[in-house]
């Protein structure tokens, strides 16, 4: 168990909808990465948040929106839903001032857009 | 593509033999860190190598890093069904909060 959270584990819903997938982080952590992975691109990173503000952003959609809130907790969301947005999710969480950035990967959440 | 290569792709063994696993990139890198997933689940840290460091130890596993090469290798010494799985590198491009960047990953198989 990585300490990092992930709900829900599952879900399914149809094209054109818009979820919002939840990440706790290891208690103490600040930084809260997001990453994608899918059959066809492999794990991609999405975005970074570090103690409440965007930190860096990578291959991530329009459509594509993250927060993390004061408890540190985050949120994916996801909107306008097409079917290539199929793909597990991950958050990962690091410590504060570590110089080597070892993350620790919560479960997933597999998303299923039919 | 910013992504790296992991060769083999898929590799399948007898349970007792060693597995090798191996790991291309091509910037400088800050770590570099190497990460099971089993079936389509959470992905599990395994083990961390600094930039100056070549080689670690963590029970089975030894991994080694070349940074004139660009290139690590894990080694799964005495292998079990259980380490059946997919297995990743990963990797950070300086120090403080950096995303890291991922191989294909090789998906290992260990025959009973």
């Known amino acids: 168990d990585s300490g990092v959270t992930q709900t829900p584990k599952h879900l399914i819903t149809a094209t054109g909808q818009r979820v919002t997938l939840r990440c706790s982080p290891r208690?103490?952590?600040?930084?809260v990465y997001w990453y994608q992975q899918s059959l066809d691109q492999g794990l991609q990173f999405l975005i970074q948040?570090?103690?409440?503000?965007?930190?860096a952003k990578g291959n991530i959609l329009e459509r594509f929106s993250a927060q993390q809130f004061p408890d540190l907790h985050s949120e994916l969301n996801l909107s306008s839903l097409e079917l290539g947005d199929s793909a597990l999710y991950f958050c990962?969480?690091?410590?504060?001032?570590?110089?080597?950035?070892?993350?620790?990967f919560g479960p997933g959440t597999r998303l299923t857009v039919l | 593509s910013q992504q790296g290569e992991e060769d083999p792709q898929a590799l399948s063994i007898q349970e007792g033999e060693n597995a090798t696993m191996n790991c291309s990139y091509k910037?400088?890198?800050?770590?570099l860190q190497w990460y099971r997933q089993n079936s389509g689940r959470g992905l599990v840290h395994l083990i961390l190598?600094?930039?100056?460091?070549r080689e670690k130890h963590s029970g089975r596993l030894r991994v080694t890093l070349d940074t004139s090469k660009k290139s690590s290798s894990l080694l799964i010494t005495a292998s079990r069904a259980a380490d059946t799985a997919s297995y990743f590198c990963a990797w950070s491009t300086f120090q403080g909060a950096q995303k890291l960047v991922f191989g294909q990953g090789t998906r290992l198989t260990i025959n009973p």
């Open positions: 990962a969480s690091e410590g504060p001032g570590t110089a080597l950035n070892e993350q620790f």
């Open positions: 208690s103490g952590d600040l930084s």
């Open positions: 910037t400088s890198i800050n770590n």
């Open positions: 948040y570090y103690n409440g503000e965007e930190r």
């Open positions: 190598i600094r930039s100056n460091e």
